[in-house]
């Protein structure tokens, strides 16, 4: 197994573009997760998803949006990037929410010039 | 004031040195996670637990579910071990969302 595989490792985006962030997990999860990491603070959750069709927003859900037409892929776009979206972005997943951990994805490190 | 604090924010150790690091949170929990994020970025899960104390080699997590308080603890540390460790809980009215703490930086120096 792979486990949770993101693409791509890094980038660097001018304001106002658009991208999307890659995940994609072979151990038929039902719970994916994004989360992003901005030095010296914990991970905030973006948006995760419960199965396939079913998305929630997290804690900080401005400026991104998700879709999950699968079970193995979770991608997060970001349509208008923002210098505040510089950050190192993780996605995670777990087969259930009551006693399985997170697995993670090695994440994206993204910079908005 | 996060719902999640970690303590120490930073340490630092010797090797073969005992190691304590602690995490308060403020909230009812169904569960409490510690995680290790290396050098490189990646994260993996230590343990998950709810009640009492897991052992995996020289790792030992406790938590106290009355005093709202957990403990990772390394045993003959090693410079190996240097990584950030992060405490997360999951909220009892929070499904499977994870709120996380600030993490601890761990350097073992040889």
């Known amino acids: 197994n792979a486990g949770v595989t993101q693409t791509p490792k890094f980038r660097i985006l001018k304001i106002g573009q658009s991208m999307t962030l890659q995940c994609t997990q072979d151990?038929?999860?039902?719970?994916m997760y994004w989360y992003r990491q901005d030095p010296g603070m914990g991970l905030k959750l973006i948006y995760y998803?419960?199965?396939?069709?079913?998305?929630d927003k997290g804690e900080v859900p401005n400026g991104y949006n998700v879709s999950r037409s699968t079970t193995e892929d979770f991608p997060l776009r970001l349509e208008l990037a923002a210098p505040s979206q510089t950050s190192v972005y993780f996605c995670?997943?777990?087969?259930?929410?009551?006693?399985?951990?997170?697995?993670f994805g090695p994440g994206t490190r993204l910079t908005v010039l | 004031k996060n719902e999640v604090e970690q303590s120490p924010q930073n340490l630092t150790a010797q090797e073969g040195e005992f190691i304590t690091i602690n995490c308060s949170y403020s909230?009812?929990?169904?569960?409490l996670h510690w995680l290790q994020q290396h050098p490189g970025g990646g994260i993996v899960s230590l343990f998950m637990?709810?009640?009492g104390k897991k052992k995996h080699g020289r790792l030992i997590a406790t938590i106290n579910i009355q005093e709202k308080h957990s403990s990772l603890h390394i045993t003959a540390s090693h410079p190996r071990d240097s990584a950030v460790y992060i405490c997360?809980?999951?909220?009892?009215?929070?499904?499977?969302?994870?709120?996380f703490g600030e993490g601890t930086q761990l350097t073992v120096n040889p």
């Open positions: 151990m038929n999860h039902n719970y």
């Open positions: 997360a809980v999951r909220r009892e009215t929070s499904g499977s969302r994870l709120t």
């Open positions: 909230v009812g929990i169904s569960a």
């Open positions: 637990l709810s009640s």
């Open positions: 995670a997943s777990s087969y259930s929410n009551d006693v399985d951990t997170q697995y």
């Open positions: 998803s419960v199965g396939a069709g079913i998305t």
